[in-house]
């Protein structure tokens, strides 16, 4: 009895060792196969794809400043030839577009605006602080944008080529308010004043 009980113990013994050794064998396995797995690369999503040429329809005898002109499909069209100095994202807070920095005084009033070096109106000529200052103290003249920029006291160029803002109070949001499309310097009286947006007016 008691020599039938070792062969059981044994046995017992035997097979325990044989599957904790398949299953170390197992796990160094499956280690060596993660070793070999190739590295995931991050997906990328595809570049928006941009036509080169287009129609649409607008009203040929009115203007498409942005500033003035009509809601609607000349308003659509405008969207194409201009843009502003911040764009707002889906959490409506502002992206620099034409804009590169900007940066407040201590009381709040007044906000220079640094804009890209790089930004160019169609035809090759360069966007210049003289270019966005017109153009905003346009907007706050309009009907469109009046109420928008009712802070504004003044908006000015200076000598480093930058746009001066002093508002009446302080706002601390003011560039969200800025998502006004910009128009070069002495071409706003044409029915398509000369923007920086991605297509050219033919």
């Given at each position: 009895m ?5 062969a059981l113990?044994?046995l ?12 170390e064998?197992e ?8 070793e ?8 990328r ?11 649409l329809?607008y009203h ?9 002109c009509?809601?609607g ?5 405008a969207a194409?030839?201009y ?6 994202n889906?959490?409506?807070?502002p ?27 169609q035809?090759?000529?360069s966007?210049t ?7 905003l103290?346009r ?9 928008r ?11 480093a080529?930058q ?7 302080p ?15 002495g ?16």
């Amino acid at each position: 009895m008691r020599r039938l009980t070792a062969a059981l113990l044994a046995l017992l013994l035997l097979a325990g060792c044989g599957s904790q050794g398949e299953i170390e064998q197992e796990e160094l396995d499956w280690g060596a196969y993660q070793e070999e797995l190739p590295e995931e690369e991050p997906s990328r999503e595809p570049a928006p794809y941009r036509p080169s040429a287009f129609t649409l329809a607008y009203h040929k005898d009115h203007t498409l400043d942005p500033i003035t002109c009509g809601e609607g499909i000349q308003q659509d069209v405008a969207a194409l030839l201009y843009e502003p100095l911040f764009r707002l994202n889906p959490a409506f807070e502002p992206e620099p577009v034409l804009c590169e920095s900007w940066e407040w005084d201590e009381s709040g009033l007044i906000c220079t605006l640094t804009l890209r070096q790089d930004a160019l109106f169609q035809g090759g000529a360069s966007l210049t602080a003289k270019d966005v200052a017109e153009t905003l103290q346009r907007a706050a003249a309009s009907e469109r944008y009046a109420y928008r920029l009712r802070n504004v006291s003044s908006v000015a160029a200076n000598r480093a080529g930058q746009v001066v803002i002093t508002l009446l109070e302080p706002n601390w949001s003011l560039p969200a308010l800025l998502d006004i499309p910009i128009v070069k310097s002495g071409t706003a009286d044409q029915l398509v004043p000369v923007g920086t947006g991605p297509y050219l007016f033919v």
